[in-house]
């Protein structure tokens, strides 16, 4: 257990709609990113925030939204869903914005869009 | 876009027997971290190895890096039914005021019990 929960663990969205997935980062990491990870491929960088700001971003459209609270928890947010959206969604924490070096990963979240 | 390329995509072998899963990366790096996913889960941190660095080892785990060739290998020794699992390479290249991590697709190893 690596102590960066996930929630929730599935959803299923229709075309169109929008949904929000919830992280809270391991206990003393401020910084967090999130990772789409499509079936059979490895996980895409979306963007990292700290400090509640968005610091580094992804080849993703601006649909894709988060926001980082001041206990260091993160919200994705996806509008407009389309059927592409449809994988596995993981949050990592670090202590450390200028290195990506051993980060905690969430047991992700799956979304399935119809 | 994926940075690292896993070889090969499936590795199966026996209990017992040594697994060795290769990387190959194209740009220049901070460092080289493997991965393992159980499942469809959450990623596992295993090991990390420095561009300045040649070899590592952790526990049945030994990485190594060539930067000239642009590639990393992982070794698990004595290997185990609890080993199959997904097992990622991740490369980290300082961009300035961020990092991130890029994944390659991944090598999906069996341990036959």
């Known amino acids: 257990e690596t102590g960066v929960t996930q929630s929730p663990t599935h959803l299923i969205k229709t075309r169109g709609q929008q949904v929000t997935l919830r992280c809270s980062s391991q206990s003393g990491h401020n910084t967090v990113s999130w990772y789409q990870q499509a079936l059979g491929q490895g996980p895409q960088f979306i963007f990292q925030y700290y400090r509640e700001e968005e610091n580094g971003r992804g080849n993703f459209p601006p649909r894709f939204s988060g926001l980082q609270f001041p206990n260091y928890s993160s919200e994705l947010n996806v509008n407009a869903l389309e059927l592409d959206d449809s994988a596995l969604y993981l949050c990592?924490?670090?202590?450390?914005?200028?290195?990506?070096?051993?980060?905690?990963f969430g047991s992700g979240t799956q979304l399935s869009v119809l | 876009s994926q940075q690292g390329e896993e070889d090969p995509q499936a590795l199966s072998i026996q209990e017992g027997e040594n697994a060795t899963m290769n990387c190959s990366y194209k740009t220049s790096i901070n460092n080289l971290q493997w991965y393992r996913q159980n499942s469809g889960r959450g990623l596992v941190h295993l090991i990390l190895?420095?561009?300045?660095?040649r070899e590592k080892h952790s526990g049945r785990l030994r990485v190594t890096l060539d930067t000239s060739k642009k590639s990393s290998s992982l070794l698990i020794t004595a290997s185990r039914a609890a080993d199959t699992a997904s097992y990622f390479c991740?490369?980290?290249?300082?961009?300035?005021?961020?990092?991130?991590?890029?994944f390659g697709k991944g090598i999906t190893l069996s341990v036959r019990p």
């Open positions: 190895i420095r561009s300045n660095e």
């Open positions: 991740a490369t980290e290249a300082y961009t300035g005021a961020n990092s991130k991590l890029t």
């Open positions: 990592a924490s670090s202590s450390r914005l200028d290195r990506a070096e051993k980060l905690f």
